[in-house]
């Protein structure tokens, strides 16, 4: 509204024109940003910077680095990040972290997506159905990781999983959080066990998928579908040629979303193995916990830090078109 | 909608057998929670029903979830309450006003979306220190300014959303009979834009609630809230499935009784932003 009336008065000078206009408005608007970007530039922006400067430093909590205390710096140049590239607990992470990259988002794209359109076809009773898909998103992790841990007991009489595999024919002696074997895909071996943990994660976070289908899906007009239908379209082509359509933009956002939860997975793999056995499922965002705050005395902070910066770099370069779109959706009024 | 008879005993069959294979482990925990440990041990499914207690809900409470869950409820109520507050006054500002590097402040606080948690962890503690949160109760203060900090982005990306839709006239006919901008905030967005405010009011509720890392990394034992609890009881050698199962379902309950009472706003909430995300 306020834009448009400044183009009216004077559209050679709109720029100028707005920021005078808007001048006598300043005072309030820095008031009412004043509380929030206060804390945000504490507690996000200096500890964000002080991990970035502190990754080219060798310290532990122990002896912590401060910007203030020079006797506190041990600089170390880019050696923290040459030291996790070159680890093998850092590529087998990495790895690990590759399996939960592909196979998370796929699951929960897949899933939700057939959910959704189920739930779209039954309309009686969808809010229902909607429900009973959400509910594990409600779920902390932790516990989510506590449930499935009890599933997956080895033993037969306790682990509901071996016991229905075992009632199946599949066996009932399967270690499902320690070894189920792996695969071999260009010389990088593949540990399954990691399967386990995304598939406790997939159920506790699908239920975003099915929400934000069933949005996408709300669009979509009932004449159309049944025209289309009277016309002799079948169920496949109607999903391919009008859901699929409408559901660009909702299939957008679950990818991304679900990509960064599985870059960013740590609660889930934490409770349920410690990125055990060994490091058979360890990924990055615990790698790096471990090295800054499981073994105080050793001075590793800085390459956890190094690890952190990588992994942070990594998801905004990667989220950057989706983080420019939220801004410019953002900041369109 | 449904083409056929056939078809759609197909459709809900199917339906109807997915919902009930995502509700196991719910069923899982629940069982395990209310039977005996040796009845639990020889695989739930095969329980006798009579045998059913509460036992060891009692022992869990007294095995410290009690304070676990105390903890939880001052983390979150005082984080969400900050969240909210300076949330909402900053949403008023993104939504109505316009002031200097506004588009830059939302594109940092965007990114709160997208990195992991870790990139602020590290030097958090000696951070803590410096400010004298580390310790006492002062932790719970600490944990809430971080969980502000961590969902500013969330907080202004949604409220602010709300409060955009707010038709202008209102806000402009109230100026023009002098309302300043606390006021505008007070008598107009806020009352207006009140659905979205508690969307994302229980969003971040369930957020908090079920923290992990912040809490597990930045709070001494005695001020943990129950998720770092449960994590300390999971031990696997431990072997107290009746007391870890119980911990789980007190755990779980306030967010899915918030879920339940207020499912519209939970739903709307990430309606918008999976729609306009």
């Known amino acids: 509204m306020r834009e448009t009336t400044a183009t009216r008065v004077a559209p050679a000078r709109a720029g100028s024109r707005r920021r005078r206009v808007v001048g006598g408005r300043d005072l309030a608007a820095y008031l009412f940003v004043l509380p929030l970007t206060a804390i945000f530039a504490l507690f996000y922006l200096w500890p964000a910077v002080s991990t970035i400067l502190s990754s080219f430093f060798s310290w532990g909590l122990l002896q912590p680095w401060r910007l203030t205390e020079p006797d506190s710096w041990d600089f170390v140049g880019l050696g923290n990040y040459q030291d996790a590239l070159s680890d093998p607990d850092f590529w087998s992470a990495a790895v690990n972290t590759a399996i939960w990259l592909v196979v998370f988002p796929a699951l929960v794209t897949g899933f939700a997506l057939l959910v959704s359109i189920l739930i779209w076809y039954a309309g009686r009773g969808a809010g229902l159905y909607r429900s009973v898909f959400i509910l594990p998103m409600t779920i902390s992790l932790t516990a989510a990781g506590v449930i499935w841990s009890f599933i997956y007991n080895p033993d037969p009489s306790i682990g509901l999983l071996n016991a229905v595999t075992g009632l199946l024919g599949l066996g009932d002696t399967h270690l499902w959080l320690s070894d189920l074997g792996s695969i071999h895909v260009g010389g990088i071996e593949l540990r399954l066990v990691n399967l386990s943990l995304v598939v406790a994660a997939f159920w506790a976070f699908a239920g975003f998928g099915v929400i934000t289908f069933t949005a996408g899906l709300a669009s979509v007009s009932q004449e159309l579908v049944e025209a289309a239908r009277v016309d002799g379209a079948r169920v496949s082509q109607i999903v391919r040629y009008v859901l699929l359509p409408a559901l660009r933009r909702p299939l957008i956002v679950v990818v991304v979303v679900s990509v960064i939860f599985a870059l960013r997975v740590f609660d889930i793999v934490f409770v349920m193995t410690q990125g055990g056995p060994v490091q058979d499922t360890m990924v990055l965002a615990l790698l790096l916990w471990q090295d800054a705050f499981a073994f105080l005395d050793t001075p590793s902070a800085g390459l956890a830090a190094a690890i952190a910066v990588l992994l942070s770099a990594t998801l905004v370069l990667g989220a950057y078109p989706y983080l420019r779109q939220l801004t410019r959706s953002g900041s369109r009024r | 909608m449904i083409p056929n008879r056939g078809k759609a005993i197909a459709l809900y069959g199917g339906l109807t057998g997915l919902a009930v294979v995502w509700l196991v482990p719910v069923a899982t925990v629940t069982m395990i929670s209310v039977l005996p440990l040796d009845q639990s041990r020889a695989g739930w499914w095969n329980a006798d029903l009579g045998e059913l207690t509460y036992r060891n809900f009692v022992n869990a409470w007294h095995q410290g979830v009690s304070s676990?869950?105390?903890?939880?409820?001052?983390?979150?109520?005082?984080?969400?309450?900050?969240?909210?507050?300076?949330?909402?006054?900053?949403?008023?500002?993104?939504?109505?006003?316009?002031?200097?590097?506004?588009?830059?402040?939302?594109?940092?606080?965007?990114?709160?979306?997208?990195?992991?948690?870790?990139?602020?962890?590290?030097?958090?503690?000696?951070?803590?220190?410096?400010?004298?949160?580390?310790?006492?109760?002062?932790q719970y203060l600490g944990i809430a300014l971080v969980h502000t900090a961590f969902g500013a982005g969330w907080a202004v990306f949604m409220m602010s959303s709300f409060i955009a839709d707010i038709p202008d006239e209102l806000f402009e006919a109230a100026r023009v009979d002098g309302a300043t901008h606390m006021q505008l905030f007070r008598r107009i967005a806020v009352p207006l834009a009140l659905p979205g405010i508690v969307s994302f009011a229980i969003i971040d509720l369930i957020f908090v609630w079920n923290d992990l890392l912040l809490a597990l990394t930045l709070l001494e034992r005695d001020h943990q809230p129950i998720t770092v609890g449960l994590a300390n009881l999971q031990s696997p050698h431990l072997a107290q499935e009746d007391v870890v199962s119980a911990g789980a379902i007190l755990a779980i309950l306030p967010p899915l009784l918030l879920f339940a009472l207020l499912n519209r706003y939970y739903v709307r909430g990430l309606f918008a932003g999976g729609v306009k995300g």
């Not at chain 2, 005082?78 to 300076?86: D, E, I, K, Q, R």
């Not at chain 2, 990114?111 to 990139?119: A, D, G, S, Y």
């Open chain 2, 68 to 138: 676990y869950i105390v903890n939880s409820l001052v983390i979150t109520l005082l984080s969400v309450g900050l969240t909210v507050t300076v949330g909402a006054l900053a949403s008023y500002a993104f939504a109505r006003l316009h002031f200097r590097f506004r588009r830059l402040t939302y594109f940092l606080l965007i990114t709160t979306m997208i990195v992991p948690v870790q990139i602020i962890l590290i030097p958090l503690l000696p951070w803590f220190q410096t400010l004298g949160l580390a310790h006492g109760g002062r």
